[in-house]
């Protein structure tokens, strides 16, 4: 992921910032110009909280290069109160404990590099609500 | 719109094709489909093509594989929606026809996997990059999410999975262009390594190298260059949310329900007329979800079609006669034209041992990215 393009994403991806719909109330992660739900353009700022349930998820045992050194590990599809969903590594828990409907928090950490010797990558990683 | 028939079909065997360059492989499938229709011209061809530019290092092959053909000067370029871009090279070539541009046009698929690229990497690039990729998400993964989401509503199980695999390896054993020409028993995919849990590796489909073609022309014009036509009935294209977290439905491919949808009133048919179908299996879970939402069996019951041998050759609806992505590989620009090239011969009744008796209607459905993307069309013998 080249520099620009990451720092651009800073927004989103440190502060988890969203734009809600001010016509249908629908909030999107990260923010849009066009609102899916409605097609509004009308937005306030928001961020999402920083908790949520798991959608779905799956374990990798196969994984992309620069992730090969994790496997295997758990990647999930989670839902805030919002009702924005995200899709985030599930961590600091055995991967085969992942379940529909598990409670967890969103945590700020690394997600990955660069590259070799390039920047480091970060965002937000789910772990069990209350680990 | 004029009425649109195949006329020609070549392609390749399907597989790791070492000795075969992307521009020879083109070039085998499409001089195959002119000799087949015995044409000497063409006047347009579009090609399929996921990605060139990442697996060998090639853009711009529209100019490139037309040269290669001896054809330079023919209209020619390239379609792509990641590993539907088949299908809508297809739907491309048929618009041309029926609006009445062009008479003769070639629609081709060519994929070349195995030249160094990382697959995973490159496969990975139909997914959202941003908020996809970004979290170490492969496309093997994306279907296990979709297929954990299956069991936790609909209660399928890895067995069903299986069965899939199962039964596309016994259509696949039938046809001497696969990759895997071989039957694999229950065991045996329930034993295979894990990938990405659920889905183990014989749920997956293959890497592959390919390339597939066939020839369009107006039904009117169809018998100066052959005595068994297929017409093209209708073509349907969908998109959804590119992102899986965004579908309402989890389990459910709302790109494939759509494009399904358009296809069938534009045909002016049901469901219940397809007498078999080619579906996009590049995983085990993606032909469960995909005779749910073309339609071929009821909501929520995909689970136990292959188990039960309703989908398998002799069932009701047979579903991948050809082996299916699982077993014939999935070379995946070429894939979306390979499933028409079943259909076709099934239809002109030149399928052999995979030979549905007396079929006359059917579809093929092509899905890119994790279902983000979907083309269908629906054929007919004449």
Same mark, same amino acid.
């Given at each position: 992921?080249?520099?620009?393009?990451?720092?651009?994403?800073?927004?989103?991806?440190?502060?988890?910032?969203?734009?809600?719909?001010?016509?249908?109330?629908?909030?999107?992660?990260?923010?849009?110009?066009?609102?899916?739900?409605?097609?509004?353009?009308?937005?306030?700022?928001?961020?999402?909280?920083?908790?949520? !349930?798991?959608?779905?998820?799956?374990?990798?045992?196969?994984?992309?290069?620069?992730?090969?050194?994790?496997?295997?590990?758990?990647?999930?599809?989670?839902?805030?109160?919002?009702?924005?969903?995200?899709?985030?590594?599930?961590?600091?828990?055995?991967?085969?404990?992942?379940?529909?409907?598990?409670?967890?928090?969103?945590?700020?950490?690394?997600?990955?590099?660069?590259?070799?010797?390039?920047?480091?990558?970060?965002?937000?990683?789910?772990?069990?609500?209350?680990? | 719109?004029?009425?649109?028939?195949?006329?020609?079909?070549?392609?390749?065997?399907?597989?790791?094709?070492?000795?075969?360059?992307?521009?020879?492989?083109?070039?085998?499938?499409?001089?195959?489909?002119?000799?087949?229709?015995?044409?000497?011209?063409?006047?347009?061809?579009?090609?399929?093509?996921?990605?060139?530019?990442?697996?060998?290092?090639?853009?711009?092959?529209?100019?490139?594989? +037309?040269?290669?053909?001896?054809? &330079?000067?023919?209209?020619?370029?390239?379609?792509?929606?990641?590993?539907?871009?088949?299908? =809508?090279?297809?739907?491309? &070539?048929?618009?041309?026809?029926?609006?009445?541009?062009?008479?003769?046009?070639?629609?081709?698929?060519?994929?070349?996997?195995?030249?160094?690229?990382?697959?995973?990497?490159?496969?990975?690039?139909?997914?959202?990059?941003?908020?996809?990729?970004?979290?170490?998400?492969?496309?093997?993964?994306?279907?296990?999410?979709?297929?954990?989401?299956?069991?936790?509503?609909?209660?399928?199980?890895?067995?069903?999975?299986?069965?899939?695999?199962?039964?596309?390896?016994?259509?696949?054993?039938?046809?001497?262009?696969?990759?895997?020409?071989?039957?694999?028993?229950?065991?045996?995919?329930?034993?295979?390594?894990?990938?990405?849990?659920? =889905?183990?590796?014989?749920?997956?489909?293959?890497?592959?190298?390919?390339?597939?073609?066939?020839?369009?022309?107006?039904?009117?014009?169809?018998?100066?260059?052959?005595?068994?036509?297929?017409?093209?009935?209708?073509?349907?294209?969908?998109?959804?949310?590119?992102?899986?977290?965004?579908?309402?439905?989890?389990?459910?491919?709302?790109?494939?329900?759509?494009?399904?949808?358009?296809?069938?009133?534009?045909?002016?048919?049901?469901?219940?007329?397809?007498?078999?179908?080619?579906?996009?299996?590049?995983?085990?879970?993606?032909?469960?979800?995909?005779?749910?939402?073309?339609?071929?069996?009821?909501?929520?019951?995909?689970?136990?079609?292959?188990?039960?041998?309703?989908?398998?050759?002799?069932?009701?609806?047979?579903?991948?006669?050809?082996?299916?992505? !699982?077993?014939?590989?999935?070379?995946?620009?070429?894939?979306?034209?390979?499933?028409?090239?079943?259909?076709?011969?099934?239809?002109?009744?030149? &399928?052999?041992?995979?030979?549905?008796?007396? &079929?006359?209607?059917?579809?093929?459905?092509?899905?890119?990215?994790?279902?983000?993307?979907?083309?269908?069309?629906?054929?007919?013998? +004449?």
């Amino acid at each position: 992921m080249p520099s620009p393009r990451y720092w651009r994403e800073v927004p989103s991806r440190f502060r988890l910032e969203a734009v809600r719909c001010r016509t249908c109330g629908k909030v999107s992660f990260p923010s849009r110009a066009i609102c899916p739900g409605c097609r509004g353009t009308e937005f306030e700022k928001t961020a999402l909280t920083r908790e949520g !349930k798991v959608v779905t998820s799956t374990v990798l045992y196969v994984a992309p290069n620069e992730f090969a050194m994790e496997t295997p590990y758990a990647v999930a599809i989670v839902e805030t109160p919002e009702g924005a969903r995200l899709m985030v590594q599930l961590v600091d828990c055995e991967p085969d404990a992942v379940k529909p409907g598990l409670p967890v928090a969103l945590e700020f950490r690394l997600v990955r590099q660069e590259g070799h010797g390039g920047i480091l990558c970060y965002g937000h990683k789910a772990v069990p609500a209350g680990a | 719109m004029r009425d649109v028939a195949i006329v020609g079909v070549g392609m390749t065997r399907f597989g790791e094709l070492w000795e075969t360059s992307l521009r020879d492989l083109f070039v085998q499938a499409a001089s195959d489909a002119l000799h087949s229709a015995r044409a000497d011209h063409l006047d347009a061809v579009f090609i399929g093509n996921m990605s060139a530019g990442q697996f060998v290092g090639q853009e711009h092959i529209g100019p490139l594989l +037309v040269d290669h053909l001896g054809m &330079a000067g023919v209209a020619a370029g390239r379609v792509e929606s990641a590993c539907a871009s088949g299908g =809508l090279a297809l739907r491309t &070539a048929f618009v041309e026809v029926a609006s009445g541009m062009s008479d003769l046009v070639m629609a081709a698929g060519v994929e070349k996997m195995t030249d160094g690229a990382d697959v995973t990497d490159v496969l990975a690039t139909a997914a959202d990059q941003e908020l996809e990729a970004y979290h170490g998400i492969t496309f093997p993964g994306l279907y296990a999410m979709i297929a954990r989401a299956h069991m936790e509503k609909h209660g399928t199980t890895e067995e069903d999975l299986s069965w899939v695999s199962v039964k596309n390896h016994r259509h696949g054993a039938l046809n001497p262009k696969a990759q895997f020409p071989v039957e694999v028993t229950l065991e045996a995919v329930m034993r295979s390594s894990m990938v990405a849990d659920p =889905l183990r590796l014989l749920h997956c489909s293959p890497v592959s190298d390919g390339a597939a073609a066939v020839l369009l022309c107006p039904l009117d014009q169809a018998k100066q260059y052959t005595d068994r036509p297929v017409r093209i009935r209708a073509s349907g294209l969908a998109t959804g949310s590119m992102a899986l977290a965004d579908r309402k439905d989890i389990a459910f491919l709302d790109a494939v329900q759509l494009s399904a949808q358009r296809a069938y009133k534009m045909a002016g048919l049901t469901p219940a007329d397809m007498q078999l179908a080619e579906v996009h299996d590049c995983f085990a879970i993606a032909e469960i979800c995909c005779i749910e939402a073309l339609g071929l069996v009821a909501p929520g019951t995909g689970n136990s079609a292959a188990r039960t041998g309703e989908t398998a050759l002799g069932g009701r609806i047979p579903v991948n006669t050809s082996g299916g992505l !699982k077993a014939k590989g999935h070379p995946v620009g070429a894939t979306g034209i390979a499933q028409a090239i079943e259909l076709v011969e099934q239809l002109r009744g030149e &399928a052999g041992a995979r030979q549905v008796k007396g &079929a006359r209607i059917g579809l093929a459905q092509n899905m890119g990215g994790s279902g983000a993307s979907s083309v269908v069309h629906i054929f007919e013998g +004449v």
